[in-house]
């Protein structure tokens, strides 16, 4: 008898502790929220906190806003659960659901679209007119997981030149920046001579930089992608989940909070989105085979 009261206890103190520390993995006392950098690091940081904030008040929980330091690291964190909502662009999300089952839940948009395009920046002083006249230039991208830094414009260039690696094949250099406002201006520069990125990444450098706008212009698009996802973990529960949606969707009234997306992301608003949105994505990833990964 005392052997059976002794392993009750036990049990009562393991939960006990458990909850102590956070509750359970489905529904945890305290949400990680993730972004990636698409400008300085602790600029995302401080400007989407307060959005962080607001969704924990609603939800009745803390939530933290945690800048990740590339595509790929915001996936495995929410592969191993760290983080549990995360702000992924559209291959980063058919990773992350390949991988880790994440699931979309929204999506942003912008000038009253889901879908954008990616856009080939250079100086307008380069001469280069056409997607052809990059050949042997040095592209800059943001991250090999970005769908419009990187994803949609090599497909586009392998399909249109027949070449197997852009990187490789068809520019004579590439460096990867990290980001899209530091692609743009690493061609503003002059240390690289095409920079792939969302449309249109220089309207939120003009205050840093004036001329901008004149200094690059853009040779060329990409076909539509759809656009970046708010996702969750396949470990949260189905009630918070919908409370998580519900909440991020409740904010499009709050003038504030889409002020702190647009800010971050160049959000206009947040709709819902569904899985089969992102085939268009998953068709133009076969085309690299296992050359992009997550390793």
Not at 19 to 37: H, K, Q, S, W, Y
Not at 140 to 169: R, W
Not at 235 to 245: A, G, P, S
Request: hydrophobic content about 40%; glycine content about 8%; proline content about 3%.
């Amino acid at each position: 008898m005392k052997k059976i009261l002794s392993i009750v206890l036990t049990a009562i103190a393991v939960l006990f502790i458990a909850g102590c520390n956070g509750g359970d993995e489905g529904n945890p006392d305290e949400l990680i929220m993730g972004f990636v950098p698409s400008q300085d690091s602790d600029t995302i940081t401080d400007t989407a906190q307060p959005l962080a904030d607001k969704l924990g008040e609603e939800l009745g929980k803390e939530v933290e806003a945690r800048t990740m330091t590339s595509y790929t690291a915001l996936v495995e964190a929410m592969g191993t659960n760290e983080v549990h909502i995360g702000f992924i662009p559209a291959f980063g999300y058919v990773l992350a659901n390949q991988e880790h089952g994440v699931e979309v839940i929204l999506k942003s948009e912008r000038y009253g679209s889901g879908t954008y395009v990616a856009q080939y920046l250079v100086r307008a002083d380069s001469g280069i007119e056409s997607l052809a006249d990059m050949e042997g230039t040095t592209w800059a991208y943001g991250d090999p997981t970005s769908t419009s830094g990187y994803l949609f414009p090599a497909a586009q260039i392998m399909d249109e030149f027949g070449v197997d690696n852009p990187e490789a094949d068809f520019f004579g250099d590439s460096v990867q920046t990290g980001g899209h406002d530091n692609s743009a201006i690493a061609v503003y520069n002059g240390e690289a001579d095409v920079a792939t990125t969302f449309d249109d990444v220089r309207t939120g450098l003009e205050e840093e930089y004036p001329d901008i706008m004149d200094v690059l212009k853009v040779v060329g698009y990409t076909e539509e992608i759809p656009n970046d996802t708010i996702s969750v973990t396949k470990e949260l529960d189905d009630e918070l989940v919908q409370d998580i949606k519900d909440t991020f969707l409740a904010f499009n009234e709050d003038e504030e909070m889409i002020q702190i997306m647009n800010e971050v992301y160049n959000w206009d608003a947040i709709i819902e989105a569904e899985d089969s949105e992102y085939d268009v994505v998953r068709s133009t990833y076969e085309k690299f085979g296992d050359s992009i990964s997550l390793d």
